[in-house]
């Protein structure tokens, strides 16, 4: 079974670019996770979808940052523009949701390094 | 301050040696998670526990809901144990809420 891909796996933009992440989960599984880790600090939370629906975007930093999951299946996420603080590595997680209540485990992905010049 | 603190951040230890790395947290959590992630590499589950103590190989990990507090040991450590360990805590609609990290060697 192929797991949670991530693309690309680096990018270098400049400040002002656009660019998007894609997020390719484990199939069947209805939870996709964001999550960022920025030089020297923890990795923090951005967002959680369930299957295409935003259940929990309280991370996201700004209106400069815009996830999608259409479908369900693969979710991307533009930064737009990008400034020199969004610099890091994102990364995306899938888990099975299998009802209110029960935890699952969280599969991640290799991470997009990204860094804003 | 972080609600995941761990500690050491940076450990050093000699093969064989006895690791263990600690993690508290300071919210209501529904489950905890340890993670490592080889230099280079993505992030792999480790353990996910809510009560207890659970053992993988040379790998055991311990909560104490009441004291807030998880313990990973590493028993025999070898130096493909070289990583980073994570420890992170499920909240919510299944966020997670993670620690620093601390970053193991261990030396032949």
């Known amino acids: 079974e192929a797991g949670v891909t991530q693309f690309p796996s680096h990018s270098v933009i400049e400040k002002g670019q656009t660019v998007t992440l894609r997020c390719d989960p484990i199939s069947g599984h209805d939870n996709l996770y964001w999550y960022r880790r920025v030089m020297g600090k923890e990795i923090k939370f951005l967002l959680h979808f369930v299957k295409e629906s935003k259940q929990d975007e309280s991370g996201m930093p700004n209106n400069r940052f815009l996830a999608e999951r259409t479908g369900g299946t693969y979710s991307t996420l533009k930064v737009q523009p990008a400034e020199l603080e969004d610099s890091g590595v994102y990364f995306c997680?899938?888990?099975?949701?299998?009802?209110?209540?029960?935890?699952?485990?969280?599969?991640f992905g290799p991470g997009t390094r990204l860094t804003v010049l | 301050k972080n609600e995941v603190e761990q500690s050491p951040q940076n450990l050093t230890a000699q093969e064989g040696e006895f690791i263990t790395i600690n993690c508290s947290y300071s919210v209501g959590i529904s489950a905890l998670h340890w993670l490592q992630q080889h230099p280079g590499g993505g992030i792999v589950s480790l353990f996910m526990?809510?009560?207890g103590k659970k053992k993988h190989g040379r790998l055991i990990a311990t909560i104490n809901i009441q004291e807030k507090h998880s313990s990973l040991h590493i028993t025999a450590s070898h130096p493909r144990d070289s990583a980073v360990y994570i420890c992170?805590?499920?909240?919510?609609?299944?966020?997670?809420?993670f620690g620093t990290g601390t970053l193991l060697a261990v030396q032949p």
């Open positions: 997680a899938s888990s099975q949701d299998r009802g209110e209540g029960y935890t699952d485990t969280q599969y």
């Open positions: 526990l809510s009560s």
């Open positions: 992170a805590v499920r909240r919510g609609t299944n966020k997670l809420i």
